[in-house]
């Protein structure tokens, strides 16, 4: 039987950091990772359009063996 985690953080890097310590904790990946757009910010000046703000969620499962029950 396998246990699974889905692991998120805000950045590539904060996800590579937390996927490290997983995989020498005895986890490994199960297919490739995810990026959702969490939240999106249209900036105005007055009724102007100046810009937009995204801010990202990237997430990846792990997976691991248990043996016994």
């Known amino acids: ?10 950045s590539v890097a904060g996800l590579n950091v937390r996927l490290q310590e997983h995989i020498e904790e005895g986890w490994e990946p199960v297919g490739s990772h995810q990026v959702v ?9 007055g009724n102007q359009h100046k810009d937009s703000v995204y801010t990202h969620l990237y997430s990846i499962t792990v997976k691991t063996e248990t043996h016994g029950k």
């Open 1 to 10: 039987m396998a246990n699974y985690k889905i692991l998120e953080a805000a």
């Open 37 to 45: 757009i969490e939240h999106m910010q249209n900036r105005f000046a």
